[in-house]
């Protein structure tokens, strides 16, 4: 089974596509892929063959989501919590993410053409070895693409992202590189799993839940959720098409409110700069101390970013290289 899917389209579905590409069309889907272990009941078969489903459908998925200009896709696939579920489900799910990512690196030309970079986000250490490594250098063989981009969350929860950005931060205020008043909203952001993607403008969950069980509760603070009764292997190019036209109809909203997000978030960082002059340089602060105290925490951040990117690649590279 292959990542990337080519269909025909029907008339119908062009049609719909063609209406629905008038309007704003979401740059980052985000899915919580729930049902299969239902829809494998319901079907009389076993787990994992509703997980093996499960894939094939998010394969699917990208081929509309590539018709539709949708070019980023953020796939929850386990979560932490999901190592609590029997030993054989959670070796069945392993194999699975270890056939695919084996198949993925056979397709890497393929994925090349297609401008396809993977990511996946999540505590990769929780992993087993043999799908660490795999995913290590699935990363690294793509991460040079720029066109489309899927990110799987593997033993995801967004309470270890944001407490692993935190341990960041905090490292880094210990070894000189931060100043704690360096902290703030958008430098958090840029050390979680997430960093270096938009936020989700659009987030589907099927099954008929209604809640987010820990995926992307950062990122997700102003995008629309979709929710839909559907099991996930019975997802069809409509619900997709359903999904985005409710997006349309609530885009001006979440667009304001975003928009109004960040510009509360550039106020707070000014402020705070100001704030920060004040005590190092006592009352007579000018606009000059101001733009320098800026752009040195500006530089300091950046240095301690550089370093962190430097130090998630070479651990990339050496899990990539285990037991060779
Ligand atoms: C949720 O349905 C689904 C999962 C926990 C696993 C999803 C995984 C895939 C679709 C395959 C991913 C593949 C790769 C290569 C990473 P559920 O098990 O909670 O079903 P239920 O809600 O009916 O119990
Ligand atoms: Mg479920």
Redesign the pocket.
């Known amino acids: 089974m292959t990542w990337i899917v080519e269909q025909d389209r029907t008339w119908a579905e062009w049609a719909a596509l063609r209406v629905l590409r008038v309007g704003p069309v979401p740059n980052h889907l985000a899915i ?10 319901k079907e009389h078969k076993d ?1 994992l063959a ?3 489903q ?2 094939h ?2 394969t699917e998925v990208l081929c509309w989501c590539r018709d539709l200009g949708i070019n980023e896709v953020t ?5 932490i919590e ?1 190592f609590k ?1 029997s030993k054989q ?1 959670v070796d069945g ?1 392993m194999d ?2 270890a ?3 084996a198949k993925l690196l056979e397709e890497k030309e393929k994925l090349a053409k297609h401008g396809v970079c993977i990511r996946v986000i999540g505590d990769l250490d929780l992993l087993p070895p043999r799908i660490r490594k795999l995913t290590a250098e699935a990363i690294l063989a793509t991460r040079l693409n720029t066109k489309c981009f899927l990110n ?1 969350a ?1 033993a995801y929860t967004s309470r270890e992202e944001i407490t692993s950005a935190m341990n960041q931060l905090s490292q880094g205020v210990d070894k000189g590189e931060l100043l704690t008043s360096d902290i703030c909203e958008e430098l958090l952001e840029k050390c979680l799993h997430t960093r270096g993607s938009r936020d989700p403008d659009l987030l589907v969950r099927t ?1 008929g ?1 209604v809640r987010l069980s820990d995926f992307l509760l950062w990122q997700s603070g102003f995008s629309c959720l979709f929710f839909t009764k559907v ?2 292997p019975e997802f069809t190019i409509w619900h997709l098409f359903g999904a985005v036209f409710y997006y349309q109809r609530h885009y001006h909203t979440l667009t304001a409110a975003r928009q109004e997000s960040l510009a509360l978030r550039q106020c707070i960082v000014e402020e705070s700069d100001i704030e920060n002059c004040h005590v190092k340089f006592g009352e007579k602060v000018s606009q000059e101390h101001i733009s320098a105290y800026t752009s040195a925490r500006q530089e300091r951040v950046q240095n301690f970013l550089s370093n962190l990117h430097k130090i998630r690649i070479d651990n990339l590279q050496q899990i990539s290289n285990e037991g060779e």
Request: glycine share 8%; no cysteine.
């Open positions: 919580i892929m729930d049902g299969n272990r239902r829809f494998a009941r787990t509703g997980h093996t499960g894939f459908k998010l796939a929850y696939a386990f979560s999901n579920r489900e799910l699975l993410a056939e695919k990512f799987l593997l099954s839940e099991l996930w």
